[in-house]
C-alpha cells in the first residue's frame, strides 16, 4: 500500500465551511538504548506510533511497539498517560525489550482497574532450536508474581479494593498470532490496520507494519538476515523488506559494523550477525522505497566508548550511522534515533 502525498506540514483545504484538520501519523522513539547496557540514561528500547489528526496531535489510536525499561517515563514526558494506550505490540522476548511492561501494566492496575483491557499483540509460544520456549503469555500470565508474593500487591488491594484482584496481569488482553514469513493482519482500530510477518533473531521474533490513512510505518524490532553468518548477500531481513514494500518509514533497530569480528572490539560475532547494519538497512529501505528511514536500538550508542564490556576504537557520532545508511545507496531521510525523536506524516 503507498500513500504518495505527504507532508510535514499540515496542508487544511479551503472549502465554503471550517477548514477540516489534516489526518496524521506521527513516530516517536520512546526508547533508543540498544541492548541491555545501559549509557547516559536511555530509554530501552520501544517506538510509539499514533493516528488521529493534526487537531489531536494525531493521538486518536496510540499504539506502543516494544516496552524498554523506562517507557512509562517516556510516555510522560510528552503526555501521554499510559491510561491512554489503545494497544502494545511485542517484537520478542529479549529484556531490553519488555521489561517496562511490568511498569506499564502495574500502573493501569492501579489507576485503571475498571477498564478497559490493554490488548497485548504478540507472537504465540515458540520453541527455539535449544529446546526452551518463548512465551509473550506466560511474561503477561506471570506479569505481577513478583509483587504478588511480596505482599504488596496484597497491601495495595487492602487500602483500594476496587483494584482487580489477579494484579496487572488481569488488564492485558493478550492477542498471540502464529507464525509465518508472510505478512497478516493482527488488529485493527478505525481505518488503522497492523499486519504482522515472524523474522529471524530469536525464536518468536516478529515485525509490524502500520497502514493508516496518512502513510505507513513499518516496526524492524532486531530482524535479521535467515542466513545467520557470511557469506549472504545482506544482513537485513526477507522478511521485513516484503513487509516494507511501498512504507513511507522503516523504523530498525541498527548495528555499525565497527562491532564486526574484523574489528578490534571483541564483540560476539554470532550477536552481531543476528542485526542489520546501518549501510544494508539503507540499501534495504533504497528497494522499498521509503522515504524515511529512522535508525534505533543502536549498537554502539552515538558517543559511548563501549558497547556494555566491549571497547570501541572511539566514540561514534549521529553522522557515522547517517553515513554508513546512505553509503548503502538510501537516498531519503535518515533519523538517527535518540530518545523521543518524533517524524509526522501529514496527508494532503
Sequence with gaps: ???????????????????????????????????????????????????????????????????????????????????????????????????????LSQLRWHFNSTGPKLPLICAEDTDSPAGHTMSCVNFATHIGDALINSGEMAQRLAENADRLPGGPADLLDVATFSASDTAGPVWTSGDVTVTAAFSRHVAGHASYRVDTPAGSVVIGGDAGNDTPQPPRDSSTSAQVEALA?????????????????????????AIYHRQSTAEDLGAMAQRTGASHLMLTHLIPPVGAARQGIYPLPAPL????????????????????????????????
Excluded: W
Excluded at 505490540?89 to 517496562?100: A, I, K, N, R
Design 1 to 103: 500500500m503507498t500513500h504518495p502525498i505527504k507532508t510535514a506540514t499540515a496542508l487544511l483545504a479551503l472549502t465554503a465551511g471550517p477548514a477540516l484538520a489534516a489526518n496524521c501519523l506521527e513516530i516517536t522513539i520512546t526508547g533508543v538504548q540498544g541492548g541491555p547496557p545501559v549509557f547516559a540514561g536511555q530509554a530501552g528500547s520501544g517506538t510509539l506510533v499514533t493516528y488521529g489528526t493534526e487537531e489531536n496531535a494525531c493521538r486518536d489510536v496510540l499504539m506502543q511497539f516494544d516496552t524498554g525499561r523506562g517507557t512509562t517515563q517516556q510516555l510522560s514526558k510528552i503526555g501521554v498517560p499510559v491510561a491512554r494506550l489503545s494497544a502494545v505490540f511485542l517484537t520478542h522476548m529479549h529484556s531490553d525489550h519488555v521489561e517496562g511492561l511490568v511498569d
Design 317 to 348: 557520532t549521529a553522522a557515522d550511522y547517517a553515513t554508513a545508511a546512505t553509503d548503502g545507496g538510501y537516498t531519503g531521510t535518515v533519523v538517527v534515533g535518540a530518545d523521543l525523536a518524533t517524524l509526522r506524516l501529514v496527508a494532503e
Design 245 to 269: 514494500e511501498g512504507a513511507d518509514v522503516i523504523v530498525h533497530s541498527t548495528i555499525h559494523p565497527v562491532m564486526g569480528s574484523d574489528g578490534t572490539t571483541g564483540f560476539p560475532p
